[in-house]
């Protein structure tokens, strides 16, 4: 069975580019998640999708992020413009709705962004 | 103060050995507790769920004391393979909404 996969694995952007990161979680699973890892710091949340539905979206740094998941199947991840800071490895995740109070996410090897 | 600390090491540790990692979290309604094991440029992986009985898997050993908010793992006669980093990660909201990750602490394990 497939992994989750994320795409692209590494993308190198100008400061105001636009940048847009894809996964596609484990088939079935309902619940997706988008995590990132700047240099040096904890992988921290960014949201969470029920289906196609945002769950819980608290973790997003700001409206220059925004994170589609039509269908309820792949998601995307958009950074328009980029700025220096975002730099980083964002990490997409799944569950199945059962395994959802297991703690296991599934992740993907991760979309490692550097905006110069 | 973050909300989950570890030591970040690195650990460097003969084959053989028993060595100790410990984390502990501020928030005081976490419910859920995990070790994640990353490889280099890999994604994170659970290794194992911790229990407030304390959990074994095989040579792994996790422990939990909810009154200090500290959360251990031990790994007895290590393996070049346990090289990687282990990263401590609660779960807050009590689902697995929103887990909340250590920043690892990095082990190597030397021949």
């Known amino acids: 069975e497939a992994g989750v996969t994320q795409f692209p694995s590494h993308s190198v952007i100008e400061k105001g580019q636009t940048v847009t990161l894809r996964c596609d979680p484990i088939s079935g699973h309902d619940n997706l998640y988008w995590y990132r890892r700047v240099m040096g710091k904890e992988i921290k949340f960014l949201l969470h999708?029920?289906?196609?539905?945002?769950?819980?979206e608290s973790g997003m740094p700001n409206n220059r992020f925004l994170a589609e998941r039509t269908g309820g199947t792949y998601s995307t991840l958009k950074v328009q413009p980029a700025e220096l800071e975002d730099s980083g490895v964002y990490f997409c995740?799944?569950?199945?709705?059962?395994?959802?109070?297991?703690?296991?996410?599934?992740f993907g090897e991760g979309s490692r962004l550097t905006v110069l | 103060r973050k909300e989950v600390e570890q030591d970040p090491g690195p650990f460097n540790v003969p084959e053989g050995a028993t060595v100790a990692f410990n984390c502990t979290y501020s928030?005081?309604?976490?419910?859920?507790f995990f070790w994640y094991r990353q490889d280099c440029r890999k994604e994170p992986k659970l290794l194992m769920s911790?229990?407030?009985s304390g959990n074994e898997d095989g040579r792994f050993t996790a422990q939990l004391n909810r009154a200090s908010q500290y959360i251990s793992l031990l790994i007895r006669d290590s393996k070049l393979s346990d090289s990687a980093t282990y990263l401590c990660v609660v779960n807050i909201e009590g689902s697995a909404r929103q887990l909340t990750f250590g920043s690892g602490t990095q082990l190597t394990v030397l021949p």
């Open positions: 995740a799944s569950s199945p709705r059962q395994g959802s109070h297991t703690g296991e996410l599934f």
């Open positions: 911790v229990y407030s």
């Open positions: 999708f029920v289906k196609e539905s945002k769950q819980d």
């Open positions: 928030n005081s309604a976490s419910q859920s």
